[in-house]
Every structure is written in C-alpha cells, then in structure tokens.
C-alpha cells in the first residue's frame, strides 16, 4: 500500500511538473511573438514642437524636466525593466500576491510590453500580458501560462487605459513627454499640469502632480477603463511615485502604486519597485 501510494503522488508530481514546463513554453512563445511586434513597429523620428521653448512649459514642469531630463535625449529604442511588488488579486477586499515581471516599453513612439508572473500558491501562478502595440489594448492572464482567465483585446475603453500607462510610466522616460505634434502641456496651477498625448485617433490627457522640488509624485485621470467582469468600465484612477534615486545622472522614481478611487473610497491594487532598468537599441 505504501509503494502504491508512493507511486501515485511520484505520478501526480510528474505530471505537475509536466503541466508546468508546458505551461512556460506556451507562454514564451506568446511572450516572444508579442516582442516581435513591439520590435517591428517602425520608429518614428523625434519631432519637437519648434514653437515651443522650455521657459513656455507650465512651471512645474520646467522644474521637473529640468531635473530629470539626461543632458542629450537617448538615442535607445527600447527601455527594458525589472520589477518585483505585490498585487490585489481580489475585486472585492484585499488579497495581496507577490509578482514579478519584465517590461520592455518603446520610445520612438507609444507601446510596451509587460510580462508577470503572479504567484498565488507556492507552485501555482497566474501569467499575465498587459500592452499596448500599434493602438491595440492587449489584456491575458492565464494560469500556469495555460488556462485562460483574461482574454481581453481591442476592446473599447482598454486601448485608451493601456496608453494611459505608457504615458504615466514616462516618469522612467521623460523624455518622450517633451512637447511636440503628439505632447501638449495644459498648466494648471503650480503643482500640477495637465499632459494630452495623441496617437493615431486616441487623445489621452492626463493631470501630473509635482511636490514642492518639482520631482512628479502623482499622475491621475478621471476615467481609466477597469475591467468589472469582461467589461471595461470608465473609473477614477491615480498612480503614485516614490524613493527617487540617480540613475546614469538621472533622477527616477524606484517606487510606485496605482489605486482606483472608487466611491467607497480608495483601491490600489499595485505595489513594485524596479530591480533593474536599462536602455537598450
């Protein structure tokens, strides 16, 4: 009986393991092909707005740029990180699960791809993709990189929400924010601004809060797209940066956590911090 039941839970280990390492392989695939797509986008020339000089900026945002800003614009096509944080897995309450996660983000032009894996139980993850490629919203989470738990791309609302994250995550890469055909800049008052990023039919605007040495600290819009069960729901949303530190003579937030701000009250549902952020041709 115990060799027999030995054999059995050696049987089931075996076909976890299996279940697993096909799991990982279907997901690599896709992460590789969505790569691919990110990498063939072609890269649009750097355009800045002529009519516009820095002392024209709202003043808030002189004082960041001016803070952040590499003395010449990278000539990087991509910019590639690490983060590690945790998550709320529930919609309803709270339940935290750790995650970590590569991104590669475009900076000719809006794009990334965000590639976690969420840690559930010890042994069972949740794989999720989060992009946006050439004006499309991309949204899948499997479990074990096999079963479907999201599939959600092209929807309406989802293309307008992944953009908003490309453009709140500038605080890694300022520069693409510089004013230009595709950037304008709104003053507000003197610790906030407003930004409107355009790509092809979609007009983004979202208001950026600055502290008091000019370092970006928040980044809200009033209707980000939630997903509430398959359907994308416009929602107040904000994302806060924190534990600035130099970066190859940059200052850049190490730290960040995105809530929703729901009527009974305030949501965040993402915690991380970069472990590692490099540029790459």
């Given at each position: 009986?115990?060799?027999?039941?030995?054999?059995?839970?050696?049987?089931?280990?075996?076909?976890?393991?299996?279940?697993?390492?096909?799991?990982?392989?279907?997901?690599?695939?896709?992460?590789?092909?969505?790569?691919?797509?990110?990498?063939?986008?072609?890269?649009?020339?750097?355009?800045?707005?002529?009519?516009?000089?820095?002392?024209?900026?709202?003043?808030?945002?002189?004082?960041?740029?001016?803070?952040?800003?590499?003395?010449?614009?990278?000539?990087?096509?991509?910019?590639?990180?690490?983060?590690?944080?945790?998550?709320?897995?529930?919609?309803?309450?709270?339940?935290?699960?750790?995650?970590?996660?590569?991104?590669?983000?475009?900076?000719?032009?809006?794009?990334?791809?965000?590639?976690?894996?969420?840690?559930?139980?010890?042994?069972?993850?949740?794989?999720?993709?989060?992009?946006?490629?050439?004006?499309?919203?991309?949204?899948?989470?499997?479990?074990?990189?096999?079963?479907?738990?999201?599939?959600?791309?092209?929807?309406?609302?989802?293309?307008?929400?992944?953009?908003?994250?490309?453009?709140?995550?500038?605080?890694?890469?300022?520069?693409?924010?510089?004013?230009?055909?595709?950037?304008?800049?709104?003053?507000?008052?003197?610790?906030?601004a407003d930004v409107t990023v355009h790509d092809g039919p979609l007009s983004i605007t979202l208001r950026f809060g600055f502290d008091a040495g000019g370092l970006l600290r928040s980044?809200?819009?009033?209707a980000r797209g939630r997903s509430v069960g398959g359907v994308i729901v416009p929602t107040p949303w904000e994302g806060l940066w924190s534990d600035y530190r130099k970066v190859d003579?940059?200052?850049?937030?190490?730290?960040?956590?995105?809530?929703?701000?729901?009527?009974?009250?305030?949501?965040?549902?993402?915690?991380?911090?970069?472990?590692?952020?490099?540029?790459?041709?």
């Open positions: 009986m115990i060799k027999l039941l030995l054999f059995v839970l050696a049987a089931l280990l075996a076909g976890w393991i299996a279940l697993t390492l096909r799991g990982r392989w279907r997901w690599q695939r896709s992460s590789t092909a969505l790569l691919g797509r990110l990498r063939a986008t072609p890269m649009l020339p750097a355009s800045l707005d002529d009519d516009t000089t820095a002392e024209s900026l709202p003043a808030p945002v002189q004082r960041w740029f001016a803070q952040v800003l590499p003395a010449q614009t990278p000539s990087a096509r991509t910019l590639r990180l690490r983060h590690r944080g945790e998550f709320n897995t529930r919609t309803n309450g709270e339940r935290w699960a750790p995650f970590s996660a590569v991104q590669t983000v475009l900076l000719s032009q809006p794009g990334f791809v965000w590639d976690a894996r969420i840690r559930m139980f010890p042994g069972l993850a949740v794989h999720v993709h989060d992009a946006y490629l050439d004006g499309e919203g991309i949204l899948r989470a499997r479990l074990l990189g096999l079963v479907p738990l999201a599939d959600l791309a092209d929807r309406e609302g989802l293309a307008e929400g992944e953009l908003m994250r490309w453009i709140a995550e500038a605080a890694w890469y300022p520069w693409v924010l510089l004013p230009g055909p595709r950037v304008r800049w709104t003053a507000v008052d003197e610790t906030h980044v809200r819009s009033d003579g940059r200052l850049l937030p190490m730290a960040g956590e995105v809530a929703w701000l729901l009527p009974e009250g305030r949501k965040p549902y993402w915690r991380g911090a970069v472990a590692e952020l490099s540029l790459q041709p």
